[in-house]
């Protein structure tokens, strides 16, 4: 898309404005402010100087131009921002804006310097700063944070996968940080970004108990499936699963307890084979070709489900989680174990809590699953720097495990150095500390969960090709034995 | 192959798109070596059916990838990568003569595509596909405003790109079409430019009083966009097919209003009486229809109604009075307008007037009348219902090389626009700024 607008300056602050902008410009006098009636834009134009009689609203030389493309993508597509008609060697700042469904305003912003031919192109070019730097194609989106002034702690998240994330792209003139509401910006771009492809569709699931949402991907299937799980958040997040289904995935994002009420949900482990269960004999689903994915807390059931239960899974993936597992205990037992004693816990000097020193690896079969008993692929996904559970060091666990029954071979681990525990989707913004609702008697807390901006993006980037390249191998491309041509 | 234990994986990537945007059909996870049909099926606003398909087989890989791959038959065959969109036609039992063309543009075209076991040319809704995937093209992007127009008699649509503006614009002039036909214009103003395509066959004050709209009408039109505050004044360009490209040529030569930066005139012609009336304009044609001829088809060759070309300039807009940059876009077999013979007569003229370095002309082979954005459909003849005709109008082009010319002359003339409106500027003289705020 190209827009353009009106080249603006701050009124009377000739320091504010590039002198580079205004030479290009042609400009010959002063300038001066007219007012105009639209928006809060302030319409700028060269007054006449005796040599040249030009009436106002004269739009001289080149205009600038944005373009994203394209501007309807999935959230795990990238994007490419240009801007071109800019004067040669000219600063400009390329700001996102996102309001959330909370009514946050999220934003990142890079600052770029123009060709000689008067172009930047944020997927070549280098931001020399802002939110982000370099080379970085995507920054605008993977580096948003809350604008100034917000409530602290936020966490973005879509919850209503229906519609699209509306993420708008400007451009600005001359290097800016911070007002950015109060400047007009250059050019504006909207774009969509979205978690459900066209023609997913997305079915509401309540059976003998078992809660969710299955999305299935366009077309007649029938198709692989996913049990998604998320962690000790609780709720129910289904972004992750409708970008599955938007691969070709049927998938089930699974609810197991609401926000805070882990405590007093004490569920059994035999609630999770009757989802999968669920999953495998869905009509949409081929029930020799499901699998699992689970995240921190939904590991340890992932785990589970792929070790010491009845059911088959073809294969597994683990993001930020492990094989900690006191025996004998529910699932919200377990938890209550590792988590419950905040008082316990060490803070930072920010007063968020890290959780990743009380769990420890112990050598006794009684307090972890029995990971040797897997028999299908497992993919494990882990940030070095998950300030709240000791992942990578439960993998090291799991492959000795593993490999002491000769099964090691099942067994792909991904660790990312200065990553953290949340280990979303591509492009999403990073959360290094959030508020996190532990139990709703006691309120919020802070939780440290880790990692540095940039490499922790670049670790979800990364690590979904690769989930999504597992998860195409084993369960589309990967034939069983009955298949014939 | 049995299907039951194989999932057979078709991506369509991107799923949502602008209709000038490309997309990679891949399918994936079937042996190798197989026959495979991709199918493509829309259904149009008027309820019919739309379908094209091509013949692949998968490679070592086990996978099939339409922007690579060579099409065995089909709809098309060879490598095209977008095939299968500008070669949908209606599905047979369809009644002929049909046009695809959305009208509402504010919803996207959906289009199912999916693929089937072995060379199939028919019965695609009897049997299950292996795979399908829903696509949407869409003409406005998002944030891309819509706005009717009816101040002062002007029956139009006011399409605004997203973003604080102003914006240079384009005035859009469809052919002799019994509706306004926004879709261009939505696309364009997706591309950044304010476009207001102009009802002037059928706007409100004509069905009031029965009478055309004359000269002024136009000018209004090109006033409105002046002096709109979202509006760059001195940006404006002039688009114009077929019959409107008669209209727009009269103003470049001879208005003091219609003043525009650049003008495209797509398989129009400069041959037409100078009298201010369009009824005048139909007694014109109704005087020489006689010569019109019919092919072994039925269909009427509307062009040679118009040929020779004159050597009479008071049949001629004297192009020699254009004075912004022109881009002429020729059809080589447009059937029922003379365009490649106008332009060349056009180019004659202006090289004797002075002004030809004005000019570009983009002259396509093999390519029709209905030269539309890129992907649409071909349609070499139709039914056409215009205000003064009812007949099957032979339209020519042959769908490969038609469907090149969509694609090419697009960009050229986004290329032409964007340089002119955007890029460039001539400082135009001062009589002709208008205050803006």
């Avoid at chain 1, 008609?85 to 996102?98: D, I």
């Avoid at chain 1, 009514?103 to 997927?123: F, K």
């Avoid at chain 2, 959305?102 to 959906?110: A, R, S």
């Amino acid at each position: 898309m190209h827009h353009v607008a009106v080249v603006t300056f701050k009124a009377g602050d000739k320091g504010g404005a590039d002198p580079r902008l205004m030479t290009a410009q042609g400009s010959r006098g002063m300038l001066e402010p007219i007012p105009t009636d639209f928006g809060r834009q302030a319409g700028y134009t060269l007054n006449c100087t005796p040599l040249c009689r030009r009436a106002s609203a004269m739009s001289q030389g080149a205009w600038p131009l944005l373009s994203v493309k394209p501007t309807r993508a999935l959230v795990d597509e990238a994007f490419k921002v240009l801007v071109e008609n800019l004067p040669p060697g000219a600063p400009v700042t390329l700001r996102s804006l996102h309001q959330s469904e909370d009514r946050d305003y999220w934003e990142a912003y890079g600052h770029y310097i123009s060709t000689s031919t008067g172009v930047v192109s944020v997927t070549d070019d280098l931001s020399l700063g802002g939110t982000y730097q370099g080379r970085e194609a995507m920054g605008l989106l993977w580096s948003m944070q809350p604008v100034p002034g917000s409530r602290t702690g936020l966490r973005l998240r879509k919850m209503n996968v229906r519609s699209p994330m509306l993420v708008s792209i400007s451009v600005y003139g001359g290097h800016v940080s911070e007002d950015f509401s109060q400047r007009p910006p250059l050019a504006t771009v909207l774009t969509e970004r979205w978690y459900m492809a066209p023609g997913v569709r997305r079915l509401d699931i309540k059976d003998r108990g078992v809660r969710g949402t299955l999305f299935i991907p366009s077309g007649p299937g029938p198709f692989p499936g996913m049990l998604d799980m998320w962690g000790g958040g609780g709720g129910l997040l289904e972004y992750r699963s409708a970008l599955l289904a938007s691969h070709g995935y049927a998938s089930l994002a699974l609810e197991y307890f609401l926000p805070g009420e882990l405590a007093s949900a004490d569920l059994e482990l035999a609630y999770f084979e009757k989802a999968f269960e669920i999953v495998t004999h869905h009509p949409a689903i081929i029930p020799s070709r499901v699998g699992i994915l689970g995240l921190s807390l939904g590991t340890i059931v992932a785990m589970y489900l792929a070790s010491e239960s009845t059911v088959k899974p073809t294969c597994c993936v683990c993001i930020s989680g492990g094989h900690f597992f006191p025996r004998g205990k529910t699932l919200s037992a377990v938890h209550q174990m590792v988590y419950g004693d905040i008082e316990k816990l060490h803070m930072d000097d920010k007063h968020n809590l890290i959780w990743r020193d009380i769990m420890t690896i112990s050598s006794d079969l009684s307090w972890k699953l029995d990971v040797r008993r897997i028999n299908c692929p497992v993919m494990l996904v882990n940030g070095l720097d998950d300030q709240n559970t000791p992942t990578v060091e439960f993998a090291e666990d799991i492959f000795q495990m593993m490999r002491s029954v000769g099964k090691d071979h099942l067994l792909t681990r991904l660790e990312y150095p200065d990553t953290g525990h949340l280990i979303e989707p591509p492009y999403s913004p990073h959360f290094r500390a959030t508020n996190f609702i532990w139990d709703s008697k006691k309120g919020k807390v802070s939780i440290l969960w880790g990692g540095q901006t940039k490499p922790h993006s670049d670790a979800q980037e990364d690590s979904w090709k690769k989930i999504l390249a597992f998860l195409q191998y084993h369960l589309y491309s990967r034939q069983s034995p009955r298949a014939r041509m | 192959m049995n299907v039951k234990h194989r999932a057979v994986k078709l991506s369509v990537h991107p799923s949502r798109g602008l209709v000038d945007e490309k997309f990679v059909i891949v399918v994936q996870s079937v042996p190798p070596g197989v026959q495979l049909t991709v199918h493509a099926f829309h259904r149009c606003e008027g309820g019919h059916g739309w379908e094209a398909f091509a013949h692949y087989v998968s490679d070592a890989h086990g996978s099939v990838n339409v922007s690579q791959h060579a099409s065995m038959g089909g709809t098309y065959s060879g490598v095209e990568q977008m095939g299968l969109l500008w070669s949908l036609r209606p599905v047979p039992g369809t009644k002929p003569g049909l046009r695809l063309r959305k009208m509402n543009v504010q919803t996207p075209m959906e289009f199912t595509i999916s693929v089937h076991l072995g060379y199939r040319t028919e019965g695609f809704m009897d049997q299950a596909a292996l795979a399908s995937q829903v696509v949407e093209r869409w003409y406005m992007a998002p944030g891309v405003r819509r706005i009717p127009v009816t101040k002062d008699g002007l029956s139009a649509t006011l399409f605004l790109p997203s973003g604080p503006g102003p914006f240079p614009a384009i005035l859009d002039l469809w052919g002799d079409a019994s509706q306004l036909v926004e879709y261009r214009a939505a696309l364009l103003a997706s591309h950044g430019f304010a476009s207001l395509p102009l009802d002037y066959l059928t706007p409100k004050m004509s069905q009031d009083t029965s009478k055309m709209v004359d000269n002024s009408y136009f000018e209004k039109a090109f006033r409105f966009l002046q002096h709109h505050p979202q509006v760059l004044a001195d940006r404006i360009a002039m688009l114009a097919i077929s019959y409107g490209s008669s209209f727009m040529l009269k103003m470049l030569a001879y208005s003091d209003v219609v003043k525009p930066t650049c003008a495209v005139c797509i398989n129009g012609t400069h041959m037409q009486p100078i009298i201010a009336k369009q009824e005048d304009l139909f007694a014109f044609y109704n005087h020489y229809s006689d010569k019109i001829q019919v092919n072994e088809k039925k269909q009427k060759i509307m062009k040679m109604m118009w040929l020779p070309i004159t050597s009479d300039p008071t049949l001629k807009v004297d192009v020699g009075r254009v004075q912004c940059p022109l881009l002429l876009v020729v059809g080589e077999d447009d059937q029922s307008w003379p365009s490649s013979e106008s332009a060349v007569d056009m180019k004659e003229m202006m090289k004797r007037a002075g002004n030809s370095h004005l000019l570009t002309i983009l002259s396509y082979p093999n390519a029709g009348h209905l030269i539309e954005p890129p992907y649409s459909p071909h349609s070499k003849a139709s039914s056409f219902r215009s205000i003064s005709i009812q007949q099957k109008t032979l339209w020519g082009g042959q769908c490969v090389a038609h469907a090149y010319a969509q694609e090419d002359c697009w960009k050229k003339m986004l290329a032409f626009l964007h340089h002119h409106l955007y890029a460039a500027h001539y400082g135009p003289p001062a009589s002709r700024l208008t205050a803006k705020f």
